[in-house]
């Protein structure tokens, strides 16, 4: 008989960006191991970002219960639609920037709602699955966040299980896949010393209590060992099998970046070495463009504005996850940018396992000793360089175009892609859960 698992998410389809991969994947292949996903999600989410065609991905075998939820962006949005949507989609514009609608906004954000704008769904969810729970005989749950109120659901939920019966044993598996209070947004919600103090209380009393532990880098596995004595178990993010149609290189030499670029992940040494070769080679002139797909910040289009580079520019905005997977493919070069700060060297964006993937060289720029650096070149998959490093940066970029110009199209290696499947990913999962 299938092991049931509850698994409680905020970031379920129609919901777009790489928030809903994870556990999408994860759901679609657990049944290949003896394991039946139960989904339980808002049922009137605030998405940020809207994929529909992400609907389609949910497999059959998948139950999905939803519940609703208030939410703050509503009430939020009234007094300033545009600002609210940008913030709460993680566009942050650097303090000097900001607009008194945008300082109070992070600062009612930072420390009226803890830990997220989602808490307020905890208690009507523990009231709904508390039921839920001991009806249909679910003996594993599963919480992932951000938003990391989600893990305040798992645990109220063990906490009441135990004490209505405190002989029914109900595991409780965390999955992180970002860091919590040392995640890259935190130091721009104006928090105060008090506000601060809670998150690390909460998110020790979550590492403590939880069964086991589940993050996407070594380096949050290394800040949470230091936490807890739990078991940490790091299962990355990957890619999964899409079929598409047969996918054109573009005649370009295009470099590509898929997903968000904040306001704090504006690379301007990398700007500033494309307006150097741009400048003083002709084709390079001639045959470059710079494609960015996703929300971009005004601040990065106007960094790359101020160095020349605007004729070379195609702003494609939000696509579905199909479209960005050809998009992709047709890419001689793809992007992946992390700001540069000591905080962002255990994040591992999904979409670099897309990347690899494709074996389209991976150019990577982010912090000294970053995780990421690993995923790009111990598959030989690509090239990372840190935000000093400039005279390396042109070189790549020098060598990387001479290739495309002798053949028109560069591939990599790719090494060890089969290791970053989902369902490869979900096997190492569904081992942790059959374990307990």
Known sequence: ????????????????????????????????????????????????????????????????????????????????????????????????????????????????????????????????????IKEHDIRTVITTGPPHSMHLIG?????????????????????FRDPWTTIGYHDKLKMTAKTKRKHKHLERSVLETADQVIVTSPTTKKEFASITTKPITLITNGFDTIHTEEVTVDTNFTVSHIGSLLSDRNPIVLWRVLAKLVK???????????????????????????????????????????????????AAILLLIEIDAEITKGIIPGKVFEYVATKRPILGIGPTGADVANIITSPNSGYYVDYTQEIALEKILSTLFEDYSSSGMITSRGDMVSKYHRKELTKTLATLIHSL
């Open 280 to 330: 003083e080679d002709d084709q390079f002139k001639k045959f470059f463009e710079l494609k960015l797909v996703g929300k971009v910040s005004q601040e990065v289009i106007d960094a790359i504005k101020d160095h020349g580079l605007e004729k070379h520019l195609t702003l494609v905005g939000y696509v579905s996850h199909k479209e960005a997977i050809i998009l992709q493919r047709q």
């Open 1 to 132: 008989m299938s092991k049931k698992v509850l698994i409680i998410c905020y970031y379920w389809p129609p919901a777009g960006g790489p928030g809903v991969q994870r556990w999408l994947k994860f759901a679609k292949y657990l049944p290949n191991f003896d394991i039946e996903p139960i989904v339980y999600t808002p049922e009137n989410p605030n998405y940020p970002i809207v994929d529909s065609s992400m609907i389609a991905e949910v497999a059959d075998s998948v139950t999905v219960l939803k519940h609703p939820i208030k939410e703050p962006y509503r009430f939020a949005s009234m007094l300033s639609r545009k600002q609210t949507k940008t913030i709460s989609a993680g566009i942050v514009p650097k303090t000097t920037k900001q607009s008194f609608v945008q300082r109070l906004l992070l600062y009612i954000r930072g420390n009226f709602f803890i830990p997220d704008a989602r808490v307020g769904w905890v208690k009507p969810s523990v009231r709904f699955l508390g039921d839920y």
């Open 155 to 175: 645990l109220e939920l063990k906490a009441k299980i135990t004490k209505e019966d405190p002989k029914r044993k109900l595991h409780w598996i965390t999955d």
